[in-house]
């Protein structure tokens, strides 16, 4: 009795500085809109075809959104934060997609082959979509930690790992891309190049990297099915336990 007295007093004052905290403007963050960007790329990239026009308007109007909030001071700088920033950059690599776009199709300005800018066109669409879905995922993770491990994954959701983490996921998916636009690539227009034992190379491991990519991308969308699921039960049994230590005080 006495040890489950000590556990309701506890909860209480810790009920009582929650709501000390969610009166202060600063522990506000602006939380509500950061989820709701957050289930937009979810569905976007998760659920539905990120081509889906509504998706991808709703996405692009969250992005600009975020993107004015993550520049204000009342945005903590926590490396939940870090992975937004960068899910919110991938979409600016849809502008020069779009741009390539029109300068090709309405402009018909020819600058190169048409198979390369097909090729560039469909490898900066492939950029967007993987290191958004990465992104997810590492946001998904780092959720499934804070509620299973909270204390022995301290170390590891640093802002400074976060950072590192996101300049990994670019250079990976960049060099995933750089593979793939080889195979757009035209021998009659660069001889010299297709010549060359690099150009052979990435030229051969580009349909096992795209496929890996493939692969990856389906498991990521099965693990974060598991990690939401983790988090939606163990948030839902503290707040029973919450709720039942409540009626104890």
């Known amino acids: 009795m006495a040890h489950l007295k000590k556990l309701c007093e506890t909860c209480s004052q810790q009920q009582k500085v929650t709501s000390v905290q969610s009166k ?3 522990h506000t963050d602006y939380l509500h809109v950061l989820k709701r960007y957050l289930v937009v790329k979810y569905i976007q990239y998760m659920i539905l075809p990120s081509t889906n026009i509504v998706v991808l308007v709703a996405g692009a109007i969250g992005t600009l959104h975020v993107s004015v909030l993550l520049l204000s001071q009342t945005v903590s700088k926590k490396s939940t934060a870090v992975f937004i920033a960068h899910l919110a950059a991938a979409d600016a690599v849809l502008v020069p997609a779009i741009l390539l776009e029109m300068c090709h199709q309405v ?3 020819k ?4 198979g390369f800018i097909r090729g560039l066109i469909h490898n900066l669409l492939v950029m967007n979509i993987n ?3 990465l992104m997810l995922s590492c946001i998904s ?4 930690l804070i509620t299973q491990f909270p204390v022995q994954s301290r170390y590891i959701r640093t802002v400074r790992q976060a950072r590192r983490t996101s300049v990994l996921v670019w250079i990976t998916v960049l060099i995933e891309c750089v593979i793939s636009q080889t195979e757009y690539i035209a021998a009659v227009e660069s001889k010299e190049l297709c010549l060359s ?3 052979q190379y990435f ?3 580009a349909p096992a990297v795209r496929g890996l990519f493939d692969n990856l991308l389906i498991c990521f969308r099965f693990m974060n099915v598991f990690f939401y699921y983790k988090v939606y039960t163990t ?3 503290s707040k029973h336990l919450s709720t039942r230590t409540g009626h104890c005080s």
């Open 111 to 114: 600058f190169a082959s048409d």
């Open 131 to 133: 290191v958004s879905s």
């Open 235 to 237: 948030k839902s049994y």
């Open 141 to 144: 993770l780092e959720a499934f």
């Open 107 to 109: 402009v018909d300005i």
């Open 203 to 205: 030229l051969l491991i």
């Open 24 to 26: 202060d403007p600063q």
């Open 197 to 199: 034992a690099l150009f």
